[in-house]
């Protein structure tokens, strides 16, 4: 039986770890976020395999926590599924529909129609999360170093990737005002009027 708290604790500690560049913060501002997102959304939509949407919460990152800046993330963290989910309990089925959620996730069609459910649920979950707390304050700060105007387009391609991330439209009347003002930020374009 697939044992969730042994990974959330596995996960989390390697996540508080230096070299890990967002070991601060990565834990409580993004994977607690998308957790309880994923808990909200697998209430609205039952038929979603609870367990693998949480499984997914602490696996979908793996790479980026174990990798430096510019190593293949994803490569990193499909070799993490397959090697490490069965010390966890995972069963081969359950880990072969992880890695199907996996590989959905990171091929970005535009809201994926015919994803599955906890595709659907994780990769929403994962681009919301970016609009609850700091995500973008954060971002600033440990990029400091960087030219604003490449810190300002850099902002602006994650927001649009996020867009296209979220799959599921009832969180839709909660993101879209966020992004909004998170991309108001982010534009150089400013109007010819601010007040009418």
């Given at each position: 039986m697939a044992d969730l708290a042994a990974l959330k604790d596995h996960v989390c500690a390697l996540a508080h770890q230096p070299p890990f560049i967002?070991?601060?913060?990565?834990?409580e501002h993004h994977l607690v976020i998308i957790e309880q997102l994923v808990q909200e959304l697998c209430d609205r939509h039952p038929a979603a395999?609870?367990?693998?949407?949480l499984a997914m919460v602490w696996v979908h990152d793996?790479?980026?926590?174990?990798?430096?800046?510019?190593?293949d993330?994803?490569?990193?963290?499909?070799?993490?599924?397959?090697?490490t989910l069965p010390t966890f309990g995972f069963s081969p089925t359950e880990i072969a529909?992880?890695?199907?959620?996996?590989?959905e996730m990171?091929?970005?069609?535009?809201?994926g129609p015919d994803y599955l459910v906890e595709t659907k649920i994780i990769s929403t979950a994962d681009a919301t999360s970016h609009y609850i707390g700091p995500f973008f304050a954060i971002y600033f700060q440990e990029y400091h170093h960087l030219p604003l105007?490449?810190?300002?387009?850099?902002?602006?391609r994650k927001i649009a990737r996020d867009f296209q991330k979220i799959?599921?439209?009832?969180?839709?009347?909660?993101?879209?005002?966020?992004?909004?003002l998170i991309a108001e930020y982010h534009t150089v374009n400013r109007p010819q009027r601010w007040l009418a």
């Amino acid at each position: 039986m697939a044992d969730l708290a042994a990974l959330k604790d596995h996960v989390c500690a390697l996540a508080h770890q230096p070299p890990f560049i967002h070991a601060a913060w990565f834990v409580e501002h993004h994977l607690v976020i998308i957790e309880q997102l994923v808990q909200e959304l697998c209430d609205r939509h039952p038929a979603a395999d609870r367990t693998l949407c949480l499984a997914m919460v602490w696996v979908h990152d793996w790479g980026k926590i174990l990798t430096n800046k510019g190593d293949d993330e994803e490569d990193a963290t499909r070799a993490q599924i397959r090697a490490t989910l069965p010390t966890f309990g995972f069963s081969p089925t359950e880990i072969a529909k992880i890695q199907t959620i996996y590989e959905e996730m990171e091929s970005l069609k535009p809201h994926g129609p015919d994803y599955l459910v906890e595709t659907k649920i994780i990769s929403t979950a994962d681009a919301t999360s970016h609009y609850i707390g700091p995500f973008f304050a954060i971002y600033f700060q440990e990029y400091h170093h960087l030219p604003l105007v490449d810190l300002i387009a850099g902002n602006q391609r994650k927001i649009a990737r996020d867009f296209q991330k979220i799959l599921l439209p009832e969180v839709l009347p909660l993101v879209q005002p966020r992004m909004q003002l998170i991309a108001e930020y982010h534009t150089v374009n400013r109007p010819q009027r601010w007040l009418a």
